[in-house]
């Protein structure tokens, strides 16, 4: 998994936003929840997203509803077991959170708690709250982000993705490693077209490797 294809993981995340909205919003379910007040309720729902024929993504959670006559429009989702995109047809990548938010409105869809994004089984992205800004283009990440590609890790307590300008930025206390043993903490860093950038190094890059309990700074 390379830096390019991190991105396009990311930005892939548009397409659920849009899609969940028109979905969600086509289907007139109504369950009620008390002689006052009715809500649209989906219990155990999948839901499929096509576009010009070919599958795009798949959704399953234990309850999608509307979050009520105060806040109308946005849609709730809980337990997300399973969400799936596809690529050309096939199974690309899968995610899951506890539970989310729709809100059409700046077409802003959140995820919280335990959001998970995997690759052919293996862990890709975590986070406690993943928020995709549809009309600014923009995904972000406000709490400690941890990713894995290409045998490297990196976290963040901020991430930002912007997917116009093909631009990731990442701030507080980013620590990046790799399998090689080499360790770098900085106050930021930025990846756009394929370069990985720090800013403000906290401590001297770190070499270390198991065997032999070789430990090495380079300033």
Known sequence: MNHRTLFVTVISLLAIGAALYWSF?????????????????????????????????????????????????????????????????EEYLTFRGDR???????????????????????????????????????????????????KQTVEADHLEVESAEERVHMSGNVIWTNDDGVRVRATSAVYTKDQLSFSGLLEPVRFEWDQGGVNRDQD
Do not use: C, M
């Not at 293996?122 to 800004?133: A, D």
């Open 25 to 89: 919003t086509s289907v007139s379910v109504t369950e009620p929840l008390s002689p006052e007040e009715n809500r649209t309720r989906f219990t155990s729902p999948h839901f499929v997203g096509y576009h010009e024929g070919e599958r795009q993504w798949s959704l399953e959670a234990a309850l999608i509803e509307e979050a009520g006559a105060d806040r109308p429009g946005i849609l709730l989702l809980e337990e997300i077991t399973r969400g799936v995109l596809y690529r050309d047809g």
């Open 100 to 150: 989310g938010e729709w809100k059409p409105e700046g077409s802003e869809l959140t995820l919280e708690r335990n959001v998970q994004f995997y690759e052919k089984g293996e862990l890709l992205l975590t986070s406690e709250k993943v928020i995709w800004h549809g009309s600014e283009e923009l995904l972000v990440s406000p709490v400690r982000v941890l990713a894995y590609y290409d």
